[in-house]
């Protein structure tokens, strides 16, 4: 965490949304937007690499999105296999590791699998890390951590004053990923919908009005400049 104008953000997390609308302004099912959205995502990898961010999380299905007609929920499943498939040589070109955070194992079980091999098989890489939230809510991540927590203190292998936020951190989904320093929302919504409660305490936010199949390199290039403008100071006056 360094305090001052920052340099390129070491992680960025994007809340990829305007799919629906993109779609729907242009007389299409809402699927074609989620399709088209699939081509933003691989262009936001690439920038990624490309400028030097190290860690991109997206936010690709919540808790509340099971909620939607089954047909669309299908189609998002149906649209995540065909990423994994298409992505898969790109990891490995790449060297970079897929990580998913989230109750996956809510998902259909063909994509689950597909998913924790694609986990497994690009464990190994340190170049970059994509990290997928998939059936993810932040309430419920804190939640299973209380949890998690409060089964040690029963089992008298923590007390419940050695408890700190580290304690809380480190029974989070994943963590060794440090903090986002950077949240991209696309679509004009400006709130963080139950994304990443715990990690954006210190990121720097980001909304632009652009729907996220229209978010590609150039406009992810322009939310970078923005963040190198930002003065984070973490609660010092500097
Ligand atoms: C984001 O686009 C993708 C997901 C939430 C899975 P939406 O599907 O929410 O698109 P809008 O917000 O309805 O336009
Ligand atoms: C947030 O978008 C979830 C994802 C991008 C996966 P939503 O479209 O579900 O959020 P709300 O309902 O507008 O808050
Ligand atoms: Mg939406």
Not at 11 to 32: E, F, Q, T
Not at 157 to 186: C, M, W
Not at 212 to 223: G, I, M, T
């Amino acid at each position: 965490m360094s305090e001052g104008k920052p340099e390129i953000p070491q992680h960025v997390a994007i809340i990829m949304d305007g799919n629906g609308r993109w779609a729907k302004k242009r007389g299409l099912p809402r699927i074609r937007g989620h399709q088209v959205g699939a081509d933003s995502v691989k262009a936001v990898l690439q920038a990624c690499r490309k400028s030097g961010v190290k860690y991109l999380t997206l936010y690709a299905f919540s808790t509340e999105n099971w909620i939607r007609p089954k047909a669309e929920v299908l189609g998002l499943m149906s649209l995540l296999s065909k990423f994994l498939r298409d992505q898969s040589h790109e990891l490995h070109d790449n060297k970079t590791r897929l990580r998913v955070i989230g109750h996956i194992d809510d998902l259909p079980a063909a994509v689950r699998r597909e998913l924790l091999n694609c986990v497994a098989e690009t464990a190994h890489y340190t170049e970059g890390t994509l990290t997928l939230a998939l059936s993810y809510g932040g309430r419920v991540e804190i939640t299973d951590a209380v949890r998690a927590i409060a089964e040690k203190v029963k089992r008298g292998e923590l007390k419940p004053d050695e408890i700190t936020d580290k304690t809380i951190s480190q029974h989070l989904y994943a963590p060794d990923i440090p903090d986002p320093d950077f949240l991209i929302r696309t679509s004009g919504e400006q709130r963080i919908s139950n994304f990443l409660l715990w990690q954006l305490s210190y990121a720097e936010f980001y909304f632009t009005e652009t729907f996220w199949p229209d978010f590609r390199e150039k406009e992810f290039l322009e939310a970078i400049e923005v963040y190198k403008n930002r003065h984070r100071r973490f609660g010092d006056i500097k």
